[in-house]
Structure formats: structure tokens, C-alpha cells
């Protein structure tokens, strides 16, 4: 996992700790949505496993089908982090919805979970929506990463591979999520989220985070 030594990652004490301050980690760089992993996950969560049980699941089961188990515990730290940020009665959904359905709660608990995600979105994807641009530019990139760093200095600090990987994943995130049509046109789509989402998001007081991902907040 790509985090800086210098910039300790603060773990969750429960399932809805929120950033006290702005941080901006790089764990975003273990991987993007992840649809077919995040279900076993979450099938796996809704099992309430100790930590001898996820380590079972995972090195010994290879319940993510892995070529290494480094790979396994990075993709499902990951994961479980953002499937806690969110409530656990979407865990279903994603574990057995359909692909829709599953990729936006996803979509939501990765927001939810990534400061860099979320501010990406509501700074540069949300402006580019209202200055009609057709398509994402790259190059808002660096300057959004800049005023990133002025919320946090530790963002200074990234190395050029890993902002060049965190650009990369979250325009997989933004594709998976029907925000852009591909990684390779980068054109903006507007966002649709489907009513079961939304239903879902605002029954566990999450209509803030419905707005952000309608571009609105």
C-alpha cells in the first residue's frame, strides 16, 4: 500500500469514524472499485469473521483468488475499509445485487471512505459538469493535488509514480461508476443514480453523500 511513513494512517474505530482533519491518504492505489472482490468481502463481513477467521479467508482460502497473498491483504484492507465507512445493511446489496446497483453502492462507500476521491469529485468533476466541458481533463490533476497539499502537507510529499497511480485508479473508479465513458475517452457522462441506491443511502442518513455524487454538494 502506497502511504507516505511520515503520514500515519488513522484506522476506524467503528464503522463511521469520520477525518477530524483533512487527510489524504494514498491507499486509493490498492485498487479501484473492484466489484468482484468487494462482493466476497462483503459476503465475508456479513459473517462477522474474528481476525483469525479473515486471516483463514484470505491467506490460507484465497478467498479473493490472488497469485499473492501480500496482493490478497492490501485489495481486502482496502476494501473493508471502505465497505465499514458505509452502514452494513448495504452489504447485501453488494455482495448480491445486480452489477448497477452493487458498482454505485461501492461507488459510495469508496467516496465515503477517500477524501481524495471525494474532493476530486466535488472540486474538479463537479466543475468541469458546470463549465459544460465535454470531457475530463488530465491536466487539472496536479493543480487539484496542490491545493490538496495545502489542506495537507503530507500530500507534498507523494512521489511522482504514486500521483501518477492515484490519477490512474480513480479514473478507473470514475469509468466503473458511469461518470466517464472510458479511460481512454475520458467523456464526461452525466450521473444517474438508480432510486434502490438512492432509497438505500438516505435510509441510513446519507443524503449528503447522494449530493455529491449527483454533483450537487
Not at 469520520?18 to 456479513?46: C, F, N
Amino acid at each position: 500500500m502506497l502511504i507516505d511513513s511520515s503520514h500515519p494512517q488513522t484506522l476506524p474505530i467503528d464503522s463511521h469514524w469520520t477525518h477530524v482533519l483533512k487527510q489524504y491518504q494514498a491507499d486509493l492505489s490498492a485498487g479501484s472499485l473492484m466489484l468482484p472482490e468487494s462482493r466476497v468481502i462483503a459476503g465475508l463481513l456479513l459473517q462477522h469473521p474474528d481476525d483469525s477467521a479473515w486471516e483463514q479467508a484470505l491467506r490460507v482460502d484465497n478467498v479473493l483468488q490472488k497469485s499473492s497473498p501480500a496482493t490478497a491483504i492490501r485489495q481486502a484492507r482496502l476494501i473493508r475499509f471502505r465497505l465499514e465507512s458505509i452502514d452494513s445493511s448495504v452489504w447485501k446489496s453488494i455482495k448480491d445485487g445486480d452489477k448497477e446497483i452493487a458498482t454505485q453502492l461501492l461507488f459510495a462507500a469508496a467516496v465515503k471512505h477517500s477524501e481524495l476521491l471525494k474532493d476530486f469529485l466535488r472540486e474538479v468533476v463537479a466543475d468541469h459538469v458546470r463549465r459544460l466541458e465535454r470531457s475530463l481533463s488530465v491536466n487539472a490533476w496536479e493543480p487539484f493535488l496542490h491545493d490538496c497539499a495545502a489542506r495537507d502537507p503530507a500530500v507534498g510529499t507523494w512521489s511522482t509514480s504514486t500521483r501518477k497511480k492515484l490519477l490512474q485508479v480513480i479514473i478507473r473508479i470514475l469509468a466503473e461508476a458511469r461518470y466517464l465513458e472510458s479511460t481512454r475517452s475520458l467523456r464526461l457522462l452525466p450521473p444517474h443514480i438508480h432510486p434502490d441506491v438512492r432509497q438505500a443511502l438516505a435510509a441510513v442518513g446519507e443524503g449528503r453523500l447522494v449530493q455529491i455524487m449527483e454533483l450537487y454538494a
